[in-house]
């Protein structure tokens, strides 16, 4: 549970400090909106695909996301 708490507050610090909306990344990656705030609040962790879409999106090394 941890694991994804860290792996939330990654993704929020992240999109908000390169201005994004959720829609926005979402859209980026491929998936509704609703799919990805649940990555935002931890209740779903995306796989691994989109994880590494995630990390160029929102400019984030992945081993930053790996160590989440």
Known sequence: MKTKHLFSVALIKSRLSLQLTQQQVASAVGVSQSAYNYWESGKHYPNA???FQLTKVLKIPLEEV???
């Open 66 to 68: 790996m160590a989440s």
């Open 49 to 51: 695909t989109k994880i």
